[in-house]
Structure formats: structure tokens, C-alpha cells
């Protein structure tokens, strides 16, 4: 209603599509929401993966306007040593795959005891990853819940290890700025995130769902600092470019 209603005024239209499940959505619902993009001026996306996605389905321009990084708030810190801290920052809901993350979080743990899991988020899944945490007896996992972005900067600087699990996905921010404070990013390859990173060159990347193989890639900077240093260190230069 929007795009027909501004087209009737006679107004310019920017129509900027940021959903990770675009490919899914587009086979669905393309013939509903191809006059939308067709009546757009500009269409605008912050990844190439969605980019391409658009043009196939709608055969239309797509100017990509990506992320960026807040440098003031995510300070590149250059770990010494990679420990088993991890982080997610990521809401609480299914597609995210907190619940797969914490499966690859009590392998690790089972390695390394003092391991240690930070969730920023909320979202309709606390309670039941919650649950998972109680009935799975994992040890040190703190719920931080809603977290200002401007307070997020401290969160990342006492964290070595970005864990991100997530089954749909566009360009997500938090990769973005784990890469710029630092942190080793490891992740499942969903979505546009193979458009962001490069696996074994600024990130370890993984099949969606893959909880094992995730552990596995935790394991395996942590038994390589050099391959985590390197992984780090590529991962913010992407990150601040």
C-alpha cells in the first residue's frame, strides 16, 4: 500500500529488502510482490546475496548499500591467546539456531570445563534454551537479555570466540562487529554468509545445523592459535574495509 500510495503522489520510491529468507519467500510470493520491486525507483539491499536473489526473480536493478561498522563501539583487540569464551548475539528465535549453538557448546565443554557461553538476546526461545541449559547441566552460560548497542563494544572485548548458528540469514550485523573487536568468527554458512566471509581465510564456516561441526571448528582454533590469529586478524580487516 505504501509503494502504490506514493506512486499515486507521484513521489520516488526506495524500496530497501533486507529478509534472509528472500530465496524461500521469492518462490512463494514472487508473483505478489513482483509490482512492488517492478514500481520501486531504487532498489537497495546490503548484500549481493540478496542482490543476486532479486535480479533472478524480478529482473530489476538492485544498488547494494551494506553494513557498516561502528569503529568507536567495536574496538579491534588483538588476543594474545584464543580461550574458550564464547558469544551470540542473536534474537532468540528458531531460524537463529541459539538451541544449535548450545548443542555445540556442551561438546565443547566437555573438552574444556572452564568453557563459558554469553547469549545477547531475546525472543520467544528463551525459556525453552533455558530449559536445554538446566537438562544438558552446562556450566558457566549467562542469558544477558536485551543489550544497548552502545554497551554491546564491552560485551565483545571479554569474549574470544563469535559462535553463530543460524539456519536464514542475510548480512548479519553481529558477525560484523565480532570481526571488527576481534573475535574469532565461527559460524554456519546460511544465507548470505558465505558472501561475507571466506571459510579458512576470515572465518570457519559450517553447514546450517551442523552443531558438531561447529564444535569442531571451536576446537580447532583453540588448539591452533595461529590459524585463530590469522582467522581474527583477516576477519577485521573484512570488517573495517
Not at 80 to 90: E, F, G, I, N, S
Request: glycine share 10%; with cysteine.
Amino acid at each position: 500500500p505504501a509503494v502504490l500510495y506514493a506512486r499515486i503522489l507521484g513521489k520516488r520510491i526506495v524500496l530497501n529488502y533486507r529478509g534472509g529468507d528472500a530465496r524461500q519467500f521469492f518462490r512463494w510470493f514472487g508473483w505478489l510482490v513482483k509490482p512492488v520491486f517492478k514500481l520501486a525507483s531504487v532498489v537497495t539491499t546490503p548484500s549481493e546475496f540478496l542482490a543476486q536473489a532479486i535480479r533472478e526473480h524480478f529482473s530489476v536493478g538492485v544498488q547494494l548499500v551494506p553494513n557498516i561498522l561502528d569503529g568507536a563501539t567495536f574496538r579491534y583487540r588483538q588476543r594474545a591467546a584464543l580461550t574458550p569464551r564464547m558469544l551470540v548475539t542473536r534474537h532468540l528465535s528458531k531460524i537463529y539456531g541459539v538451541d544449535v549453538a548450545l548443542q555445540a557448546f556442551r561438546s565443547v565443554q566437555s573438552h574444556y570445563p572452564d568453557a563459558s557461553l554469553w547469549i545477547v538476546g531475546t525472543g520467544s526461545q528463551e525459556q525453552y534454551l533455558r530449559g536445554l541449559v538446566s537438562a544438558w547441566n552446562l556450566r558457566n552460560v549467562r542469558f544477558l537479555g536485551y543489550v544497548a548497542h552502545d554497551d554491546l563494544g564491552a560485551i565483545y572485548e571479554q569474549c574470544d570466540i563469535l559462535l553463530n548458528a543460524s539456519f536464514v540469514d542475510n548480512f548479519p550485523g553481529s558477525l560484523l562487529e565480532g570481526s571488527g573487536a576481534g573475535l574469532v568468527v565461527v559460524s554456519t554458512a546460511a544465507g548470505g554468509i558465505p558472501f561475507m566471509f571466506q571459510h579458512e581465510k576470515n572465518a570457519l564456516l559450517v553447514e546450517p545445523g551442523d552443531w558438531n561441526g561447529l564444535a569442531a571448528a571451536v576446537e580447532r582454533v583453540l588448539q591452533s592459535p595461529s590459524l585463530g590469529a590469522t582467522l581474527a586478524r583477516e576477519a577485521a580487516e573484512l570488517a573495517q574495509g
